[in-house]
């Protein structure tokens, strides 16, 4: 079998990725939106992410992507204050700034690595179907 280059595998883990942190908390295939609270399907649902994706050592980190609905996370560019104010309530003072700190960091991901991650999360999303 052909390996899948770098750029397809990022796309690949994004993909499954975002579909474990839609389904995580999700009851009955019901998912809140991590800053105003709207509920939906969980596939009506987006990954929003507190630090951009740009920052690959924040990309898939499962404290900074939480569910949310398009309107906060597109039109309301991610709702970031409100996303840091709730990262706080839900892990502790200081979760967000932590996270803007690692998202300073560089981080390079291998081949491997990012094979392991995908395996990992479609493990955990088999688990939770």
Same mark, same amino acid.
């Given at each position: 079998?052909?390996?899948?280059?770098?750029?397809?595998?990022?796309?690949?883990?994004?993909?499954?990725?975002?579909?474990?942190?839609?389904?995580?908390?999700?009851?009955?295939?019901?998912?809140?939106?991590?800053?105003?609270?709207?509920?939906?399907?969980?596939?009506?649902?987006?990954?929003?992410?507190?630090?951009?994706?740009?920052? +690959? %050592?924040?990309?898939?980190? #499962?404290?900074?992507?939480?569910?949310?609905? @398009?309107?906060? =996370?597109?039109?309301?560019?991610?709702?970031?204050?409100?996303?840091?104010?709730?990262?706080?309530?839900?892990?502790?003072?200081?979760?967000?700034?932590?996270?803007?700190?690692?998202?300073?960091?560089?981080?390079? +991901? %291998?081949?491997?690595?990012? #094979?392991?991650?995908?395996?990992?999360?479609? @493990?955990?999303? =088999?688990?939770?179907?």
């Amino acid at each position: 079998m052909k390996k899948l280059s770098r750029s397809k595998l990022i796309k690949k883990l994004d993909t499954v990725f975002s579909l474990y942190i839609r389904q995580r908390f999700a009851k009955n295939e019901i998912a809140q939106c991590f800053t105003c609270g709207k509920k939906d399907h969980y596939k009506k649902l987006q990954c929003g992410h507190f630090q951009s994706r740009k920052h +690959y %050592s924040t990309r898939w980190d #499962e404290i900074n992507c939480q569910v949310q609905c @398009s309107g906060c =996370n597109v039109f309301k560019y991610g709702e970031q204050f409100l996303f840091s104010i709730n990262l706080n309530k839900k892990y502790g003072d200081g979760c967000a700034e932590s996270l803007y700190q690692k998202s300073k960091q560089t981080v390079k +991901y %291998s081949i491997t690595d990012l #094979e392991d991650l995908i395996n990992k999360y479609n @493990s955990l999303i =088999n688990d939770l179907n």
